[in-house]
């Protein structure tokens, strides 16, 4: 069974710091993960997509992945109340349909 | 600017009513997939289609949903006898082509919010 967890949170961040989700995911054969934002009654937005181990750098977000730990993240610094979201985790395992985990609540305190 | 539309956007039924939700691409992109959202829930895929062709229906429910995607007009996603457990965030996504790329993505629709009462 192909699983992505996710902590559901609510993760509270103070304004101005750096807000880190997390991923985890079971099956090696992964190929794409993405990070969507969802604000409440919205669609997901797409926030940025890793297939490289490493780092991604867009702006103030850092998405992170480790392929040998299994493990996906999201960083976002200078964290404002606009940020303040459902982010979800998503991955592709090689064919065409993403598959999500439940989603980290995030909320930034001003 | 024409990004992915779905109406209606929000949809009341009764149960055992037949509910019909639309989906129409972003131009020039021709796979449609359809995900539903249970109420703090993350999404869940339930089918991929292709212009007159389903790709994959690994998600949907064996009995009640029905897609399909003709060569022309919206793809339509279709639950006869609607249940109290239908209610929730229904959303389309589309892109292009068939991924051949690892950051190939989707671009989600506004969704269309059912209510079973």
């Known amino acids: 069974q192909k699983e992505v967890e996710q902590n559901s949170g609510p993760l509270s961040v103070p304004e101005g710091a750096i807000a880190s989700l997390n991923c985890t995911y079971s099956?090696?054969?992964?190929?794409?993960f993405f990070w969507y934002r969802q604000y409440s009654g919205k669609s997901p937005e797409l926030i940025m997509s890793?297939?490289?181990?490493g780092d991604k750098e867009d702006g103030r977000f850092t998405a992170q992945l480790n392929k040998a730990s299994q493990y996906v993240s999201l960083l976002i610094r200078d964290s404002q109340p606009s940020d303040s979201a459902t982010y979800l985790c998503?991955?592709?395992?090689?064919?065409?349909?993403?598959?999500f985990g439940t989603g980290t609540r995030l909320t930034i305190i001003p | 600017n024409a990004g992915v539309m779905q109406n209606p956007r929000h949809l009341v039924r009764r149960r055992g009513q037949e509910a019909r939700l639309r989906c129409s691409p972003m131009k020039g992109h021709s796979h449609v997939y359809w995900y539903r959202q249970l109420p703090e829930e993350g999404l869940k895929f339930m089918v991929y289609?292709?212009?007159?062709?389903?790709?994959?229906e690994s998600g949907m429910p064996k009995e009640r949903f029905s897609a399909e995607f003709p060569k022309e007009g919206p793809s339509i996603l279709r639950i006869q006898q609607v249940v109290r457990g239908d209610s929730a965030a229904y959303f389309c996504a589309s892109s292009p082509q068939r991924p051949s790329g690892p950051t190939d993505t989707q671009y989600f629709g506004p969704g269309t919010r059912l209510t079973v009462l």
């Open positions: 890793i297939y490289s181990n």
């Open positions: 289609l292709q212009k007159e062709n389903i790709i994959d």
């Open positions: 998503a991955l592709r395992f090689g064919n065409e349909k993403l598959t």
């Open positions: 099956d090696r054969g992964s190929q794409s």
